[in-house]
């Protein structure tokens, strides 16, 4: 069964886990096909100081990925998404497409701490949205 993990929920980070349980198209909808293994994920992420993610990419874009910076915002650090440079803000949250070709850079100087959230694209976020686009081969 799709679920938050429990121990790490009550021990570690209670708030969140109450927050995104509601909020998580695959937390409300269990019924609701992921379009691959990792469609929806939720995870603390740290990168160390000077760190690079080359480009890379989802296999589909039927789910939107949230960044909301926690700590090292700011600096040098980034993420391109396609074209586009965009900076983390400390509290702020990114949004964007993964399947879209994204790499990582992080300020030489700190640390850069982000929640890290993955989930159904708004167009396809219950089971009756996912069938009617599926039923008109809309299903991109």
């Not at 121990?7 to 269990?30: A, H, K, Q, S, W």
């Not at 039927?62 to 993420?79: D, F, M, Q």
Request: glycine letters at 6%; hydrophobic letters at 35%; a positive charge.
């Amino acid at each position: 069964p799709r679920q938050l993990h429990e121990g790490l929920c009550r021990n570690f980070v209670p708030n969140t886990c109450e927050i995104l349980r509601d909020l998580l198209p695959g937390l409300r909808y269990p019924e609701l096909t992921y379009l691959q293994p990792d469609h929806e994920q939720v995870a603390f992420f740290r990168l160390a100081p000077n760190s690079r993610i080359q480009f890379h990419q989802a296999s589909q874009n039927a789910r939107l990925t949230l960044h909301l910076c926690l700590h090292g915002c700011g600096g040098k650090s980034r993420i391109q998404v396609g074209d586009r440079l965009l900076r983390w803000q400390e509290g702020r949250v990114i949004a964007f497409d993964d399947s879209f070709l994204h790499r990582v850079r992080i300020d030489p100087r700190r640390d850069r701490w982000i929640l890290h959230v993955m989930t159904a694209h708004p167009g396809i976020d219950t089971p009756q949205k996912l069938d009617e686009v599926v039923s008109a081969g809309r299903l991109w």
